[in-house]
């Protein structure tokens, strides 16, 4: 059975598969007729930031199967104990009004699972998380004098930005969701005016510091919910008295804790400006003018695969990106001739080099396997392959795959590098 062919295959397998199971655990929950008690407690896990209360989070109750048994409006009208047919279920609630990608304030979210036993007070607890992270830029007196009006542009990877502008306060507070998971990093532009007329450009890549500790369940890497992330922005002065630049810190305080993380800020060479092109890195003839970012290579099995943003290959290229090629190398013949079968049907020949840049193909071949995927356009200047993107896909094809990527700069400067996915039995 060919690669693409296997995976819809399993996937109608799961499904049906899923479907016995639902009604079996319902059909053992529900009949009989017996009964217990829930007991109720919402309740926001942030001891170390502001009092938030719970009382107008609406609450749903679904069974095994994912149906809504019960439902309140409020916390506040959940009864001090709930009659429950006997059976397994999960407690959800959270601030009124579904989560945006920016908003005014901070967004929580919980759930909880409990089951239910004859004649027994079950007491369950939902601890709401804060879903989104709080980011606040600040400008310092100094700035204010120096700059007349300025913009402050962040980007996650996703389609939407945050966006900062001349203010008459010293800071400026978003609340921003950075999906499911979070993000390894963020980039931040600042293009300002001064007062004398000089434009100030400058764009920088943002991190955690891999030894740094804070976030839900111990993430250390990622960007994600409950990080209250800091920015300042001071302008960068001369010997002689000019302004030259900006500089920006950042640090990050996880919700729970007290504890500052370390952000590190890296400035992106020749991106100074980000409306002109080249920068001082191009036409450096200098493959140092390309960042390529390559992850470490990856050994999984079905049971255990990775993240899929461990596969994320961060691309940079001061004089824009013209080329992105990427070629799968695999001792696995069922993957080879999945390849060729993926060439045939949606025209995207990672044997021979599968271009990224401006490739829509590509784009339809994943979106046909349930996954999402962005392509640069020519000339833009960064961009990241999400090669997890792959994992669940290979995690049925045993052998070594091999993902060779070359990258081309509009001033013809190139950049390869090798990541290894091994799949292990």
Not at 176 to 203: E, H, L
Not at 306 to 324: E, F, N, R, V
Not at 347 to 360: C, I, R
Not at 392 to 404: A, I, P, S, Y
Request: with cysteine; aromatic share 8%.
């Amino acid at each position: 059975m060919k690669f693409y062919n296997k995976i819809f295959a399993g996937a109608i397998a799961l499904m049906a598969f899923s479907s016995c199971m639902n009604e079996d655990l319902e059909s053992k929950f529900t009949a009989g007729g017996d009964e217990g008690t829930l007991e109720l407690n919402v309740e926001v896990l942030q001891p170390a930031r502001r009092d938030v209360s719970t009382t107008d989070f609406p609450v749903v109750i679904k069974d095994a199967s994912g149906t809504v048994v019960k439902e309140y409006a409020t916390v506040g009208e959940v009864p001090s104990s709930i009659q429950m047919s006997v059976g397994n279920y999960t407690v959800e609630s959270h601030t009124p009004g579904n989560i945006a990608k920016s908003m005014p304030s901070p967004y929580y979210k919980g759930a909880a699972d409990v089951e239910i036993v004859k004649d027994v007070n079950s007491p369950v607890e939902v601890v709401c998380k804060m879903e989104n992270s709080q980011v606040t830029v600040n400008y310092d007196n100094e700035f204010r004098n120096v700059f007349s009006e300025w913009e402050i542009t962040i980007e996650d990877g996703s389609n939407t930005v945050m966006s900062f502008k001349t203010t008459a306060n010293q800071s400026s507070t978003v609340y921003w969701y950075f999906g499911d998971g979070g993000v390894k990093q963020i980039v931040v532009n600042f293009r300002g005016t001064t007062a004398s007329g000089n434009t100030i450009a400058a764009r920088n890549v943002l991190t955690k510091n891999q030894s740094s500790q804070g976030g839900y369940d111990d993430d250390e890497e990622n960007f994600t919910g409950g990080d209250l992330i800091t920015m300042n922005f001071a302008p960068t002065e001369s010997t002689e008295g000019k302004i030259t630049g900006i500089n920006i810190s950042a640090s990050v305080v996880f919700d729970e804790t007290t504890e500052n993380i370390t952000v590190d800020v890296i400035d992106v060479p020749g991106l100074d400006d980000p409306n002109q092109g080249g920068g001082s890195g191009g036409g450096s003839g200098e493959e140092g003018s390309i960042t390529l970012n390559l992850p470490n290579d990856i050994t999984m099995s079905p049971g255990n695969i990775p993240d899929a943003s461990k596969g994320d290959t961060y691309i940079a290229a001061s004089a824009g990106i013209k080329s992105i090629k990427v070629t799968i190398i695999s001792d696995s013949q069922e993957m080879n001739e999945s390849l060729a079968d993926l060439n045939t049907n949606f025209a995207v020949d990672f044997l021979a080099g599968a271009e990224v840049v401006d490739n829509q193909n590509l784009v339809a071949l994943f979106r046909s396997l349930g996954k999402t995927i962005s392509v640069p356009a020519r000339g833009d200047r960064e961009y990241t392959f999400p090669v997890g993107n792959f994992f669940t896909l290979l995690q049925v094809l045993v052998g070594n795959h091999r993902f060779n990527m070359t990258v081309t700069d509009m001033d013809d400067n190139t950049k390869s590098g090798t990541i290894l996915i091994k799949v292990v039995e």
